[in-house]
């Protein structure tokens, strides 16, 4: 899909790998996961709804106080295709003005050509070239973690989860995840603009 749509952001340097988390920030969840990247020295990208925000503005305050990147997903999860053009203008300034950010993340990676000549008009549209899959329950965490060893590699762009469909695996496979990529003896970053 890269090739389709190069103007997207879909990989990061070479030597690194970037661990993105959708649909936060949420009130277990996120204070758990920012304890443990900064008890491991590991800056994230997340991508944040608007509404979450909304009720947890204190976890967006601490996650750009410990120099995370912090992007919008939109101010409901809810695909973009599902809108008319003015309703989901309405929603991404919604989410935008609640985060200074240049990055958004579509909800599902769903959008119209017009939805996203707009996205890119206000900055950068950030996809992924390695899904976790962390929400699907047909996934355990054994196969979700063998996948992880099999197929990361330099330059990913990594999604998981905040939310409740992963508060009971999240524990076991953030952990597991970051020693995987350790292994592999590859750098964490942040996802960071288009040159």
Known sequence: MAWIFPRRIWFGPKDSVCLTFDDGPHPIITPWLLDELKKKNIKATFFWNGLQIEKHPELLTRAEKEGHVVGHHGYEHKSAKKYDFETFRQQFEQSRSMV???FYRPPYGDLNFKQARYALRQGEIVMWSWMSYDFDQNYSVHSI????????QGGDVLVLHEN???IHSIKEIIPSIIQIIR?????FAVVEKKQ
């Open 100 to 102: 200074n950010t240049h």
């Open 145 to 152: 973690l063998e996948k992880a060893k099999e197929q990361i």
């Open 164 to 166: 409740d469909k992963t």
């Open 183 to 187: 292994d592999k003896e590859l750098n």
